[in-house]
């Protein structure tokens, strides 16, 4: 008894052990499943969220390229800020947190002449009319012409401080101007400018184009 005893405390102890030995192929099996499960549910989850963005940001370049032109004919001075990479939370904070969707409707209250804010910068961040009011690093590029102002100086300091795609609307002459990469580059249209925004902040539309235009070359 006392030897069965001590056979059975032993094989008891060791139970689990040799469970594990005798089915290491089914346990390694079932923890992959749970792996890749996991993994798969993380993909989705961040699959959902990039078209959400993606949504957000087709609503907004439809809210800036309708009110883009409307500004330009009344002359109407802006300045819209995209963030993208760098986030921009220092030049947040000087501005009036909105956080709301962006229409043609909202941007153009925002840059109305007696509006509070028109006088600043609005930031968009993830398709999201984030704040208004914002203030700007000036260019200290004196190469700059004479004929632009502080709007488009703002601009240009923007984008030489970070990877944001700056939107100018001169109150003088009414002319679109896109400052990105520290480059100034003026005489946008409506399609010009739906065209650049596409192509940068949504790459999935870039390479769509891109494909059908091989498709046509390779006809």
């Known amino acids: 008894l006392p030897i069965m005893k001590a056979s059975l405390q032993y094989l008891f102890s060791n139970a689990l052990i040799l469970l594990a030995v005798i089915f290491q192929p089914e346990l390694r099996t079932a923890l992959e499943r749970v792996g890749r499960s996991r993994i798969s549910q993380l993909d989705l989850f961040n699959q959902k969220e990039e078209k959400q963005t993606d949504l957000q940001w087709k609503t907004a370049i439809n809210a800036i390229c309708e009110a883009a032109p409307i500004l330009s004919r009344q002359k109407t001075g802006a300045l819209m800020v995209i963030e993208r990479k760098s986030r921009l939370g220092e030049i947040i904070k000087t501005g009036t947190i909105i956080d709301s969707v962006p229409s043609m409707e909202l941007i153009g209250n925002i840059f109305f002449h007696n509006s509070p804010l028109h006088d ?8 999201k009319l984030y704040s208004a009011g914002c203030f700007l690093p000036l ?21 030489e401080n970070s990877d944001a795609l700056v939107i100018v609307v001169s109150e003088e002459t009414g002319v679109v101007s896109v400052a990105m990469e520290g480059k100034l580059t003026r005489g946008y249209d409506a399609d010009m400018l739906r065209d650049l925004l596409e192509k940068t902040l949504l790459p999935e539309k870039a390479e769509e184009k891109k494909s059908g235009f091989w498709r046509a070359i390779n006809k």
């Open 120 to 127: 600043g910068a609005m930031v968009l961040r993830d398709g």
């Open 139 to 159: 260019s200290d590029n004196y190469d700059i012409s004479k004929q632009l102002g502080t709007r488009h100086r703002a601009a240009l300091g923007m984008s």
